[in-house]
């Protein structure tokens, strides 16, 4: 029972990052960077280069996941 609650969290959690993080990818960083302060350029830029980590680290957790399960099942 334990192990359907969390399975439920993190289709949650990848549910929660997916339709809420691309849409702070929307700001072009030049465009975002009109008023020339540092803040307002350097947060679209550390999220568009961040982004591929992101989802290297949420597709790293889910395999870890689903092997640690699987050894458990066995």
Same mark, same amino acid.
């Given at each position: 029972? =334990?192990? %359907?609650?969390?399975? *439920? ?5 990848? &549910? &929660? %990052? &997916? !339709? ?6 929307? +700001?072009?960083?030049?465009? +975002? $960077? =009109?008023? /020339?302060?540092?803040?307002? &350029?350097?947060?679209? #830029?550390?999220?568009? %280069? $961040?982004?591929?980590?992101?989802? +290297? $680290? #949420? *597709?790293?957790?889910? !395999? ?8 458990? /099942? +066995?």
């Amino acid at each position: 029972m =334990q192990s %359907l609650k969390m399975k *439920f969290r993190w289709i949650w959690i990848c &549910i &929660i %990052l &997916i !339709v809420i993080y691309p849409s702070f990818m929307n +700001a072009c960083p030049v465009c +975002a $960077g =009109q008023d /020339n302060t540092l803040s307002d &350029i350097l947060v679209p #830029i550390t999220l568009l %280069l $961040g982004t591929p980590f992101a989802v +290297a $680290g #949420i *597709f790293i957790a889910v !395999v870890l996941k689903h092997n640690k399960t699987e050894k458990e /099942n +066995a």
